[in-house]
């Protein structure tokens, strides 16, 4: 059995095709090849903990993820994330390895299948990306979309003038040509690919600024109470794509879309679906998409495996 | 954050006061201070995991704890047990300690927990001890019993002859006079303190043969379809005890015989509500009391803290 910090782990994650894995894992899962048990929660008084598990049939490993947010310790100088994912032997229960990636990987992989919905989902030459946010994920976003796209020109959208600067900076020293702006809509308006990486609880932009042929990925929304989008872009996208169809009904935008009476689920895409194949993606350059992400255990048992498959050498 | 290995585990559970320990943790959870997740459950080819999380309010830890069972490990030269109890601080969400514990703290939670059956139900003076099962958890509760009881006379129920005879061994180490039989009701009606832990699936023995002033305490029934215990024989107990009610009504011994009509949940004390004093437990040494142990959070969350303050030192 095998114990990785975080350094170790984040020495070997450059050495890995996360978009292809990601793409990988999604596929799993639309053909019914991950076996996940229904998420824990555990509520304090300071923060919220979640416990994940699960396993891909015909897999070498089960993996449980232990994944926390509390709040008040960036001012104990504290990351407010933690956790760590363990990796188990699907034949014997063996604990192969346990990765201490304090929320990393889940960053990580949550990145990567923004890249992914981008790689299957943007038109084919995007102009401008528009990132809403300026925390930890709106810079894994930018970092993971590098490796599908050649864009470099980028609208970045904050609340705050000094988090803005300091993105931009980070933008710029992964290549970006960076404009920032406290106006939604604006942005929004400027880009033919959007991430939304936000906590926020009303909609970013309204959704008529969406211009045609733009892509949009949603991240942030991850609890019912979240909302980053306006429900009728969701009525309006050509191509609405989930990364789990049975997620998004109870959380996310289209969650929120279909409370709204905006869409309706039969109109909802499954993102391996679109990989495979199965189902079509984007046909015309024109079309809108939107991809709702919201999390998916394959996720974390496809990177918690390559990682520790390479730090075994 | 410290990792402690099950050699580790096993060099400091001698200095601790076990039985106290898991009284405590049962009044805690009767008096509703736990607070625990739904148990996960995951289903292999091979084998069987469950995840188990929770925490007790105003304490310093969550627990999240991983338990699996692959019962072809032994042709393997494997333990059919695996897993480990995983320590985070409830202000910060930081990872406190892990502990390997390979399993051996939830069997040694589990025989504690018999001795306070036993501790706060059996007769005032115990003339013989009766165990059904010859494996590790049969071994365990007479080793755990010995603190709370002089007794030392024993009888052993098992199937085959070669486990008896290690049995008998394993008792004769711990202090015990034993004597071996694979006739159930003959074992069952020579004590006045029996302990079953099987993984049965029909009664041990019918409830007519069991002595007035017998206490049973009943620890292998951990599923639906599991039972040891006749369901008379807790329609005539005088005293019925679980360790928690609202996972007896779903499993266990009180399980089947609230399914069979033999008792009503009305019936049914709680045993940290008997150990708090809140309900009474036996009044008189002719009464029969059964006690049925299905295992709860609380028992885990204390046992993983203390063994970790020890080794903290």
């Excluded at 782990?9 to 991950?34: H, K």
């Excluded at 998916?296 to 990682?307: K, L, M």
Aim: glycine share 10%.
């Amino acid at each position: 059995m095998k114990l990785h910090s975080l350094s170790d782990i984040r020495r070997v994650l450059p050495s890995l095709d996360l978009v292809t894995l990601m793409a990988n894992a999604f596929v799993a899962y639309s053909e019914d090849r991950a076996r996940v048990a229904p998420v824990v929660e555990l509520l304090l008084d300071g923060g919220d903990v979640h416990v994940k598990s699960g396993y891909l049939v015909g897999g070498e490993y089960y993996v449980v993820k232990v994944a926390s947010g509390f709040y008040g310790n960036p001012a104990l100088g504290l990351s407010s994330s933690n956790g760590l994912m363990l990796l188990f032997r699907q034949r014997t229960g063996e604990l192969a390895a346990a990765l201490f990636d304090e929320g990393h990987l889940t960053d990580i992989r949550t990145a990567a299948a923004g890249a992914v919905a981008a790689q299957y989902l943007a038109p084919p030459e995007v102009r401008r990306i528009a990132v809403f946010g300026t925390g930890i994920q709106a810079r894994e976003q930018l970092a993971q979309l590098r490796s599908v796209t050649a864009c470099r020109q980028l609208s970045v959208w904050g609340r705050g003038r000094e988090q803005l600067a300091s993105y931009a900076e980070a933008a710029q020293e992964l290549g970006f040509t960076v404009e920032t702006s406290r106006d939604g809509a604006a942005v929004a308006a400027s880009a033919d690919l959007i991430v939304t990486t936000t906590p926020a609880t009303e909609p970013l932009f309204p959704a008529s600024v969406v211009q045609p042929g733009t892509h949009v990925t949603a991240v942030g929304s991850d609890t019912p109470l979240k909302q980053e989008l306006d429900p009728q872009l969701l009525a309006r996208a050509d191509v609405l794509v989930a990364d789990s169809i049975a997620q998004c009904r109870e959380r996310g935008e289209i969650f929120r879309a279909l409370a709204a009476g905006a869409i309706n689920e039969g109109e909802v895409l499954e993102l391996g679906d679109v990989i495979s194949g199965r189902a079509p993606g984007r046909t015309t350059p024109g079309q809108i998409s939107v991809a709702d992400l919201t999390g998916v255990a394959a996720q974390d048992i496809e990177i918690a495996r390559s990682v520790h498959e390479v730090l075994e050498g």
